[in-house]
């Protein structure tokens, strides 16, 4: 563990349960990113915001809105199935921050910028002592000063846009029932719920993973549909009742947020006053980041880690394939407060996707975005129904 005055990095569930978990009273501070905070405008993101600023809400559950939603996203792929990555987009977009679909998710189509965390290189981002790039022009025609205004932009827009139409229908009584519109009933303060739709972003990269593993890995594809079809049936769509009869399924969601986590490390943690870890001095101020990608790919405990391998879940071996999802959420008091819903969408679309539709992909690569929040880099996939009846689960819906 290497330790210096301003960062550290955790590469052991030992250190970062230790750390990050039991001592959290300590470490769960953030430090300041000037990119990736201030000029972007994360800064005063729940992610972002110092520990102890506000309270943090978990997330209720959304079972029946986001089964809804899903099967909206089916529909939309069987019309335009190389459109996918699009409508994971907008479905993402539509359970966390709209119950209905419309021209605002609509109005985000083909826009490259909204992938806005890929372009946050963890290099640019990280440049949290350099105070002085703050106070470099956009004029300079510097490129990183010239990205963070664009970004800046785009960010305030994804930010008040969703939220402002939904604060203005539930003030009209028009609103459908979403995630957000939930929050800001129970809360009139906008802070928090406002902030909360920059997340989505997380959920859209594992669903694109799911499309990217599954596509290329045929052999689980087979194994999940036969899963499906004998614990499901052919004549209905699953839901998440069904998830504690579908192991192989739940092996798939869990392989998933190991293979290639969303967030390879976290966000960074700030611990507030010095510390000693193992005979290691931890100086107050020090930025902690868990290495969760090192963890996730660890071999002693998980086994050929580069492989697509659910079936590793399955077996019953102490100290082997802890669930991933320890880790690919974060960490003690800075956790993320929408893993139960990230998890839930993740799970439903898994299995109603199977259920309808076989994925193809000719090509094998496997490529992801360098960033504090990784997306697969766009890719081609053939998606097509399993059978008529299959497709008529989509059309009439059961
Ligand atoms: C697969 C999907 C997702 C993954 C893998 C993920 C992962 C993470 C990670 C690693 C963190 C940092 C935790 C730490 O600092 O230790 C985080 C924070 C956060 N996440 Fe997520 N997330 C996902 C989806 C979501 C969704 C859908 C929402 C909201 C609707 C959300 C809201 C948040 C918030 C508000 C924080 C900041 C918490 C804090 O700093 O106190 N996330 N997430």
Redesign the pocket.
């Known amino acids: 563990m290497p330790l210096t005055k301003t960062s550290s990095h955790l590469l052991s569930p030992q250190a970062v349960t230790e750390l ?1 978990e039991r001592r959290s009273a300590i470490y769960s501070d ?1 430090p300041s990113l000037i990119f990736g905070g201030e000029l972007v405008g994360y800064k005063d ?5 110092r520990y102890g600023e506000r309270h ?1 809400e978990h ?1 209720g559950q959304w079972r029946a809105m986001e089964e809804r939603h899903m099967h909206g996203f089916l529909r939309d792929i069987l019309r335009t199935p190389e459109e996918f990555l699009h409508h994971v987009r907008r479905v ?1 977009a539509s359970i ?1 921050f709209r119950g209905g679909r419309g021209p605002r998710a609509l109005s985000l189509r083909h826009n490259p910028d909204l992938q806005v965390t890929c372009h946050l290189s963890p290099g640019i981002a990280w440049l949290t002592r350099e105070y002085t790039v703050r106070y470099i022009p956009a004029w300079t025609g510097i490129g990183f000063m010239q990205d963070a205004k664009r970004f800046n932009k785009i960010m305030v827009a994804i930010r008040d846009e969703p939220y402002d139409m939904i604060k203005r229908k539930m003030a009209e009584g028009a609103a459908k029932p979403s ?1 957000t519109g939930s929050l800001i009933e129970r809360d009139a303060n906008p802070s928090i719920e406002q ?6 972003t ?2 859209v ?2 669903i694109s993973s799911f499309f990217l593993a599954l596509s290329s890995y045929t052999d689980v594809q087979k194994r999940a549909q036969e899963e499906l079809d004998r614990i499901v049936g052919r004549d209905r769509l699953p839901s998440l009742e069904d998830r504690p009869n579908l192991p192989y399924l739940e092996a798939i969601v869990q392989e998933i ?1 190991r293979w290639n ?3 390879p490390v ?4 700030r611990v507030q006053q010095d510390d000693v870890y193992r005979g290691l001095h931890i100086p107050g101020g020090a930025i902690v980041m ?1 290495n ?1 990608w090192a963890i996730l790919h660890d071999e002693a405990l998980y086994p050929s880690p580069d492989k697509f391998m659910p079936e590793r879940f399955l077996g019953d071996v102490k100290d082997l394939n802890p669930d991933p999802r320890r880790f ?12 139960d ?3 839930d ?2 799970f439903i679309c898994v299995a109603m996707t199977l259920a309808v539709f076989d994925l193809r992909r000719d090509d094998t690569a496997v490529e992801y975005t360098p960033a504090l929040i990784c997306h697969p880099v766009p890719f081609r996939c053939s998606i097509t129904p399993r059978s008529r009846e299959a497709q008529a689960l989509v059309t009439e819906g059961k």
């Open positions: 990050l953030r993101t729940p992610p972002m915001i943090r997330l993402v966390v995630f902030e909360l739709i920059y997340k989505w997380s959920s990269s594992s947020h986590p969303v967030a976290a966000l960074p943690h868990a969760s690919a959420f974060g960490y003690g008091r800075r956790v993320c407060p929408g893993r819903l990230a998890d969408t993740l």
